[in-house]
C-alpha cells in the first residue's frame, strides 16, 4: 500500500504532532518511524496503525 508522506505531514501539523510522538503513539522508535515513511510502500497493517496513531482514515493518508 502506498502512502503520501505529503498528507502524513499535513496530519501532523493538523495534530500539532511530531515525528516522536507519532512514533511513541504508533509503538516504535523515531528512527523506525522514519524508515516506515520513507519507504512509501507499507503493508496494509502498517497503514491502519500509522492512520489510528493520526487519529484519521487510511484512504486519508493514502497516495
Not at 7 to 15: D, S
Not at 20 to 49: C, D, F, K, Q
Amino acid at each position: 500500500m502506498k502512502i503520501s508522506r505529503e498528507k502524513i505531514n499535513i496530519e501532523l501539523a493538523r495534530n500539532e504532532m511530531s515525528i516522536t510522538a507519532l512514533a511513541n503513539t504508533y509503538g516504535v522508535s523515531r528512527a523506525r518511524m522514519n524508515v516506515i515513511l520513507n519507504s512509501r510502500e507499507v503493508s496494509t497493517v502498517s497503514a491502519g496503525r500509522l492512520a489510528k496513531a493520526l487519529g484519521v482514515d487510511v484512504t486519508e493518508i493514502m497516495e
